[in-house]
């Protein structure tokens, strides 16, 4: 699966940048809703044919709460660690790894700041997002399943839950849903909050 | 976000509920992960040929491309550590 992902991920990039027309662009966000709204409802009936697992989320409980809660703070202390290495201050780091996977709002957020942080905000959410597609399936297999959905951040409510849901089960993927949705409303405040530390 | 959220909500619910409600044919039962696959690597062509498509990513890339690569890197890593750890604390480790 993982390198039938990355396949697809960069022939589609080669020929975005190589074969297609510019005005292909215009469609790609129509394209990309409408496949996101088919893979979503898949999810749904995935999780419909297992009826059981709702029981199971139910006694699970606020639990629950712990994942995103683990994939912010690790996602923060991650760019930090990153930023010592990169010689960053904290601020500017965390900032970026507070994007959560959420490139176009985390880059707008610290564009009052500095564009070439936001430049950077960008493209390191991008490439997490692309890294994530990537490795989901593997840390599904290989670590768990749970730990499947930290790599997909924010974007586990959409563009992610697809690779997380076919990677791993029903019960997972409506943990990642929820997951999805409380990082996502993590990023507006989190953002500016660690990046006026 | 709210619409968005709203409308990946209902369209998750609808599929719960043809799932659980219509009686699904055994062989389209069957053919639901190919199906889904397919729409997913085809999703996925198209999320890279919008970043292939855009100049700005792609010249940004080139040029900040390793330190969002690094970056990137340990914000995944840390975030699956996190999560990682709180499953042994929580579940003991239990859990899948």
């Known amino acids: 699966m993982t390198i039938r992902i990355l396949l697809a991920v960069v022939i589609g990039a080669l020929m975005g940048m190589f074969i297609l027309p510019q005005g292909t662009l215009a469609y790609t966000d129509l394209v990309i809703d409408i496949g996101l709204m088919l893979l979503l409802f898949f999810v749904g009936i995935d999780i419909g044919l297992n009826r059981s697992v709702f029981g199971r989320i139910k006694a699970i409980g606020f639990r629950i709460l712990y994942i995103p809660l683990a ?67 593997t840390v599904a297999k290989k670590l768990g399943f749970l730990e499947a959905i930290a790599p997909a951040g924010a974007t586990a409510m959409d563009t992610g839950l697809p690779i997380v849901s076919r990677s791993t089960d029903p019960e997972t993927a409506i ?16 953002v500016p909050l660690i990046l006026n530390l | ?87 042994r604390l929580v579940t003991g480790g239990g859990a899948k």
Do not use: H
């Open chain 1, 71 to 137: 994939i912010i703070i690790g996602s923060i202390a991650g760019s930090a660690v990153a930023g010592i290495i990169l010689g960053m201050p904290f601020n500017e780091a965390g900032a970026i790894g507070a994007g959560l996977g959420w490139y176009t709002l985390s880059s707008i957020l610290v564009a009052t700041y500095s564009s070439q942080l936001s430049a950077m905000a960008f493209i390191a959410n991008v490439t997490r997002e692309l890294i994530a597609f990537i490795i989901i399936p």
């Open chain 1, 175 to 190: 943990i990642a849903f929820i997951s999805g949705v409380i990082c996502t409303s993590a990023v507006p405040v989190l």
């Open chain 2, 1 to 87: 976000m709210g619409t968005r959220l709203l409308m990946y909500l209902v369209v998750i619910m609808l599929g719960a509920l043809v799932g659980a409600k219509a009686s699904l044919g055994d062989q389209l039962k069957k053919r639901l992960g190919s199906i889904q696959t397919s729409c997913l690597l085809f999703l996925l062509g198209v999320m890279g040929i919008k970043v292939g498509m855009d100049q700005g990513v792609v010249d940004s890339f080139f040029q900040i491309g390793y330190r969002a690569v690094v970056m990137s890197i340990f914000t995944i890593s840390f975030s699956i550590l996190g999560v990682f750890l709180v499953k």
